[in-house]
């Protein structure tokens, strides 16, 4: 395939799913279908390159959707500025709280502890078996988050965290460790 070709065709899977287009940027839908808040003061402050950091105090955080890929930027991590700027939707997890960073040395911390939350996905995404990434992601989120906030989280919001189709999220979450079962019927 010519560099021409998969410029393409890597397009059309985009923009099948998760470019604004198809709407889930503009719409992110609970798993139950009921729509979720975006919370657009937060996205209006990422645009302003405003920069905050995640109460560590508290089980919360953000998924911060990028036009490819998602990020989670958790407990302690800093959020805005130049960084993400080129947010385009962003979820909530548990009772968000931002803090403004009130000296240089908050700033570099929260930098640093964004850079982990970072290094955690990506030694998740190194696994090359997708079904394994999302269950792994799935467990961490459930470890850090009560089950039944993880289950309200879309399933593109995994997908796009690990590098999946959001369908293979959907498998996962209804097969479980048992998907080489599923596969088998």
């Not at 560099?3 to 889930?24: D, K, L, N």
């Not at 502890?113 to 290094?119: E, L, N, S």
């Not at 394994?132 to 799935?138: E, H, S, T, W, Y």
Request: aromatic share 10%; net charge negative.
């Amino acid at each position: 395939m010519d560099s021409e070709q998969r410029q393409r065709y890597q397009a059309a899977i985009v923009s099948t799913y998760y470019c604004p287009e198809t709407g889930f940027l503009d719409n992110p839908a609970m798993r139950d279908g009921t729509k979720r808040s975006q919370r657009p003061d937060i996205l209006a402050s990422l645009h302003n390159r405003e920069v905050f950091i995640v109460n560590s105090r508290k089980r919360n955080g953000l998924i911060l959707f990028k036009r490819y890929h998602a990020e989670f930027a958790g407990p302690g991590a800093v959020v805005g500025g130049d960084y993400d700027s080129d947010c385009q939707c962003v979820i909530s997890i548990g009772n968000l709280s931002l803090l403004t960073p009130e000296a240089h040395d908050d700033r570099q911390k929260a930098y640093l502890i964004r850079r982990q939350w970072i290094r955690l996905i990506k030694q998740i995404t190194e696994n090359s078996v997708s079904s394994q990434r999302v269950q792994k992601i799935l467990d961490q989120f459930e470890q850090y988050f009560p089950p039944e906030v993880v289950a309200e989280l879309p399933d593109v919001a995994f997908a796009m965290l690990v590098g999946v189709l959001p369908q293979t999220v959907s498998i996962v979450r209804h097969f479980g460790s048992d998907l080489d079962d599923a596969f088998d019927e």
